[in-house]
């Protein structure tokens, strides 16, 4: 059982150049950019519900759909493929892709998913920094 509140300080430990930002109703997981501006964007989760999970990138104006057991959401000029074999991927929660009930999904596949954001969000954003 995930306990996304721990999931987001490991992956602080984990995910180079990344923090956490809180206001009253949301954390954020964000990215340090080359010149140390912070860019919200990984991943948020609500501080009253703690299941709900959302992940970059938005998805207004985007192609989202189903290819086998990934869920893909597909701009102008980026792709990103969010391996989710159990279809726990929402393609329409709050504007992003996310889930309802992450806190009953492993650590593993939660985890898996906020890396694949940040690696996202670093492509998407010109960051090739890695340590």
Known sequence: MA???????????QLP???????????????QDTQGHRIQGIAWRPLINQQVLQFYPPTPKRQVFRDGSFLVIKGSKSECR????????????W??????????LSDEVVLGWISQAYEY???DKGINRTS
């Not at 504007?95 to 009953?104: E, I």
């Open 3 to 13: 306990n996304l509140a721990m999931l987001f300080k490991q992956a602080v430990k």
């Open 17 to 31: 150049y990344t923090g956490l930002s809180q206001s009253n109703t949301q954390e954020i997981l964000e990215l």
């Open 82 to 93: 969010y391996n989710d074999p159990d279809c726990q991927l929402n393609p329409a929660q």
């Open 95 to 104: 504007s992003y892709v996310g889930c309802t009930k992450c806190s009953n």
């Open 121 to 123: 969000l670093k492509r």
